[in-house]
């Protein structure tokens, strides 16, 4: 058992000189052509992402800005304020439902309706 396992851990160390051994393919000119075009393209392709990239991310940034600028100085909302954005929970549906009953429940005659709770 031994053997077999020694001889299966020299086959897969010397396996991978046979393989580089037995591949005696000469490069030729037009090759390395084709290969420096590729790489050149790719290249290009990547640069142009990146730039595509970059604009998009600065856009984004922009609409952000102007977003806080309202918020900042017509809502007097601060985005960076710790005392006004306490960590929380409760998610924007659950926020918009408690809104939405307490805008119904502000009737003066709904405190009259039996079965209507407020959260």
Known sequence: MRKLVLVASL????LPFAAC???NKSVSVDD???LDSDFESEVRSRERE???A???NAFGRSLTRITNFVDKYFWNYDV???YV???TRVGTLRHTGRF???????????DQIPGVNTL
């Open 32 to 34: 390395i052509a084709t």
């Open 54 to 56: 970059g604009r998009a």
């Open 21 to 23: 051994s037995s591949t």
């Open 80 to 82: 960076n304020d710790p």
């Open 85 to 87: 954005n306490q960590p």
């Open 100 to 110: 939405v009953i307490d805008t119904v429940t502000a009737v003066p005659f709904v």
């Open 11 to 14: 086959s897969f160390l010397v």
């Open 50 to 52: 990146r730039r595509t």
